[in-house]
């Protein structure tokens, strides 16, 4: 797929790329994602419902024939360069988010043989900086520029996995699939229907006309993130060989259902049983989230986002004082169906489903609050479903 870049930001790593690297690049595009409904339920093998946004990650690109890799980004001046030979199994902390292009090329020449070099410019125009997977959409970025550079044709799961690998072993964050499929199989107009365990996907169409989503953005750093979030990949696996050790036994934790839990009494206790709870009633709310798509019922949607939230908060303990008060007062404005945190949550963004056109009363009225609470002015932003990812010409 091809298309006409959409913004500027795409010419101005084209030319940049040519400034600093004296050569003619390829302009590639992958898109970030919001995540409407399914809170950590990937890595547990659950349903997800996120969608590719219309905004996202630009790379210039070429290949080399010295062997080298160099990468920038047009947010700073410094370049990482490395030798191609020299990119191992695990990253260099040194290199910043350098890491994700270098750990997809790492699975790249791993799974097609194809080693050379290569230069690469980045530009992004995702409005918020923590919350809409803009290391994921990094990464498809990469793997999509390296499969049409080297005529590959890798298959868009395909790329979406070379992502994935990267993260979770070359970067070390044990994520799910979620974030890299989203942006590798983003359709215009739909959310992505994405059965982790399977693997398999449907893409499901959205009205425009139903509802805007409006991302929150609570400002608060993540800088909890990775310890917490490792941790709760670790609980989940713990709770699923108590199950197991119970006697129930079931191919993974989000395949269980809320009897089972019953049937576990007492050997599923404390901490494992409330997270083994938020997955099994998450999946549950993905399944009614996506009839009332279907159906054109928002207002049910709007209560099924409300839920996880409360679900995310309590049992699973990933939210915060910030993304609870911002969530809470989008719920009390005229014209929002529901609001949850989206992403992994500990602070960066929260979702709400607004009536097209009411966006900026909601803002406003939240703004208000969260700032008298927080003295810091939260950020509020309309954001468009969009297409997956693709090269662009000019
Ligand atoms: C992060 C991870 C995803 C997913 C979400 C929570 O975005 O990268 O894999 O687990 O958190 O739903």
Known sequence: MSGAPSSPRAGQARAEFARRFSAEPRVF??????????????????????????????????????????????????????????VGTRQDPAHGWASYPLGVFRWF???????????????????????????AAIEVATATALDALHGTALAKDELALLGYRAETEYVGL???????????????????????????????????????????????????????FNERVRECAAA?????????????????????????????????????????????????????????????????????????????????????EITASARACPGVFGARLTGAGFGGCGIALVTPGAADAVADSVAARYEARFGIAPRFEVLHPGSGPRELHF
Request: glycine share 8%; net charge negative.
């Open 29 to 86: 595009f992958a898109p970030g994602r919001v995540n409407l409904i399914g809170a950590h339920l990937d890595y547990s093998g659950g349903d997800v419902l996120p969608l590719a946004l219309d905004r996202g990650i630009y790379v210039a690109a070429a290949l080399r024939t010295d062997g080298r890799i160099l990468l920038a980004s047009l947010d700073e001046d410094r370049t990482v360069e490395v030798a191609a030979s020299a």
């Open 109 to 135: 020449r791993e799974l097609t043989g194809r080693d050379s070099g290569f230069a690469m410019m980045f530009a992004g125009d995702l409005p918020i900086a923590s919350g809409l997977s803009s290391s």
């Open 240 to 324: 699923h060989a108590a199950l197991r050790a119970a006697g129930i036994d079931r191919p993974y934790l989000a395949a269980y259902t809320a009897e089972d839990l019953q049937r576990a009494g007492d050997r599923l206790q404390g901490v494992l049983r409330r997270r083994a709870r938020h997955v099994v009633t998450e999946m549950q709310r993905v399944g009614e989230a996506v009839a009332a798509l279907r159906a054109g019922d928002v207002v049910r949607l709007g209560r099924c986002l409300d839920a996880s939230h409360r679900s995310t908060a309590e049992d699973y303990e990933v939210s915060c004082a910030e993304l609870d």
């Open 174 to 228: 044990k994520c799910g699939i979620m974030d890299q499929f989203a942006s590798a199989l983003g359709r215009a107009g739909h959310a992505l229907l994405l059965h982790c365990h399977s693997r398999t996907w449907e893409h499901v169409p959205l009205d425009p006309a139903a509802f805007d989503v409006l991302v929150l953005d609570t400002r608060k750093p993540r800088t909890l993130a990775t310890t917490g």
